[in-house]
């Protein structure tokens, strides 16, 4: 399974961006998706999770209300719509998949796969 993030760039705070994750090989629609992030400096941390239906979604209280997780298992696409960003935003993002049936997780030790990342830069 390879992953192709996209998306990324510079924006400033208060704007939008909406990265994708194009997914190649494997059963995309049968895989749980995240997205996590790392910041200069500091550790990868989750950011939000959709399951293979779409059914269950989970953010990282950080984002809530501003950053937006979907997917198309038609395109094996999935999307971060990212609103209102802030300069602590600011980090590569990447995401990943997870072969487990029927979970979701925000722990990057239960993802089988991962994309290259993104760089997202907010400016002040």
């Known amino acids: 399974v390879q992953l192709q993030a996209s998306g990324g760039g510079l924006v400033q705070a208060g704007g939008s961006l909406r990265l994708s994750c194009a997914a190649s090989?494997?059963?995309?629609?049968?895989?749980?998706m995240g997205w996590f992030r790392q910041a200069p400096g500091k550790e990868r941390e989750f950011v939000a999770v959709?399951?293979?239906?779409?059914?269950?979604?989970y953010y990282a209280d950080s984002v809530k209300g501003r950053f937006t997780i979907s997917r198309d298992n038609a395109k094996n696409t999935v999307y971060l719509q990212m609103n209102s960003l802030k300069p602590e935003d600011t980090a590569v993002y990447y995401c990943?998949?997870?072969?487990?049936?029927?979970?979701?997780?925000?722990?990057?030790?239960?993802?089988?796969?991962w994309g290259q990342g993104t760089l997202v830069t907010v400016s002040s």
């Open positions: 959709i399951s293979w239906s779409g059914s269950d979604i």
């Open positions: 090989g494997g059963t995309f629609s049968s895989y749980f």
């Open positions: 990943a998949a997870g072969v487990r049936a029927n979970w979701i997780s925000v722990l990057a030790d239960e993802y089988d796969y």
